[in-house]
């Protein structure tokens, strides 16, 4: 079982920037795909940013404002995961979520507000 924990989170101005990070139980090895996923009210969750590999893939929203990294912790058992988020739009209001998906396993943490006022 994977554990995921978003923080990161908060109430800023549009042009604002944030940085969220997803603490991972697990290693990057064992993470598989990674990704953040986004759900704003009334409206389906959808994937904003994910690594598999050395390659990465962007929603077409948040192309270069946006990016998704990703880190062993110190201790090579666990990991985080990043999205730096620059130039916030009110557009960009949202639960963030994040995701691990290796074979048939998908893990989501419990997810971090983000409020961007215009």
């Known amino acids: 079982q994977v554990q995921l924990v978003e923080s990161g989170g908060g109430l800023v101005q549009a042009g604002a920037s944030l940085r969220l990070s997803c603490a991972a139980s697990?290693?990057?090895?064992?993470?598989?795909?990674v990704g953040w996923f986004r759900q704003a009210p009334g409206k389906e969750r959808e994937l904003v940013a994910e690594i598999a590999g050395d390659a990465t893939e962007y929603a077409e929203s948040v192309k270069g404002r946006f990016t998704i990294s990703r880190d062993n912790a110190r201790d090579n058992v666990k990991a985080f995961i990043y999205l730096q988020m620059y130039n916030l739009k009110p557009e960009d209001t949202a639960v963030y979520y994040c995701n691990s998906k290796r074979f048939s396993n998908v893990y989501w943490g419990q997810g971090t507000e983000v409020t961007v006022s215009s």
């Open positions: 697990t290693s990057i090895l064992n993470l598989g795909i």
